[in-house]
């Protein structure tokens, strides 16, 4: 397929990669064309011109308003595609934006992903999505190229909606294990012994195998930024507040973040949460 894919940040490049790899002809656009032309694909000066002539149209940018700028904004994408054009969104953003693009072009999905930099470089990704059954059957094959699930959740917005579940999920899981390791700590526990007794049981968790040996060395300069989640957290916190849902812990967490970041840790690794516990 020609595909246009706008947003070639520490996720979209490596994704762009993934379709280049697969035999799409991938056009690609970066707001810093630098980004662009590291990918050695073919870059576009505009998300118009990207989009002109592609089949299928793929976006993985910052927020609501770097998404509605590359689609709906001057030289924005939509003003260029083909009536049939597919239109797949891979930001984490509002379920309002996401259905109000679905509105403008049926053929949408918004398909937020999980899994990180490590997971967009393997190809590996979870994909969440939010589409009618005929967009989400198109873009199925052209997202296999660099995910390991692919599932349909529901409507337009749906997506988004399961992408904060997610989060909310992540925010809880990274405090408690921030207070088990401190406690271990306290208690002065061999901390490898520890991971061993416990990591194969009910305390198990991605987190836990992938950033208890990390967080016990202070190591925190990978991952998921904290900057970013607390976007995450905060959408999910208004969309709470849309649907009524009471979220106390992820509201409580989002605070511990903003501490995180005042201690210049917003583009270290969400599990920094760790730092604003005393040893």
């Known amino acids: 397929m020609r595909i246009a894919f706008i947003g070639t940040g520490v996720m979209g490049a490596p994704m762009a990669g993934h379709l280049a790899r697969a035999g799409h002809q991938v056009t690609v656009y970066n707001r810093t064309r630098a980004k662009a032309e590291a990918t050695g694909l ?12 592609a089949e299928a149209v793929i976006t993985c940018v910052g927020n609501d308003d770097d998404l509605a700028a590359v689609t709906l904004g001057t030289d924005g994408a939509f003003g260029a595609m083909a009536d049939d054009a597919l239109f797949i969104d891979h930001t984490t953003v509002s379920a309002d934006i996401a259905r109000r693009l679905a509105a403008a072009r049926p053929l949408s999905v918004d398909a937020p992903v999980s899994g990180g930099q490590a997971g967009a470089e393997k190809g590996q990704l979870s994909i969440m999505c939010g589409a009618s059954e005929a967009a989400f059957l198109r873009a199925r094959p052209v997202m296999e190229a660099y995910a390991a699930r692919i599932v349909h959740v529901g409507a337009p917005g749906a997506g988004q909606q399961t992408k904060m579940v997610n989060q909310i999920c ?16 306290a208690s002065d526990l061999d901390l490898d012994k520890v991971f061993e007794a416990i990591s194969g049981g009910a305390a198990q968790s991605w987190q836990m195998v992938n950033r208890w040996p990390t967080m016990a060395r202070d190591e925190f300069d990978f991952g998921f930024a904290v ?16 649907n009524g849902a009471v979220l106390p812990v992820a509201a409580l967490v989002d605070q511990f973040y903003a501490e995180v970041q005042k201690m210049g840790g917003g583009r270290q690794d969400t599990s920094a949460l760790v730092r604003r516990l005393p040893r």
């Open 42 to 53: 073919t870059v576009a000066d505009t998300p118009a011109a990207a989009a002109a002539g």
């Open 227 to 242: 900057d970013w989640m607390r976007k995450d957290l905060g959408l999910a916190l208004d969309e709470a507040k849309r």
């Open 170 to 185: 992540i925010a809880g899981v990274v405090q408690g294990l921030s207070e088990a390791l401190r406690f271990a700590q």
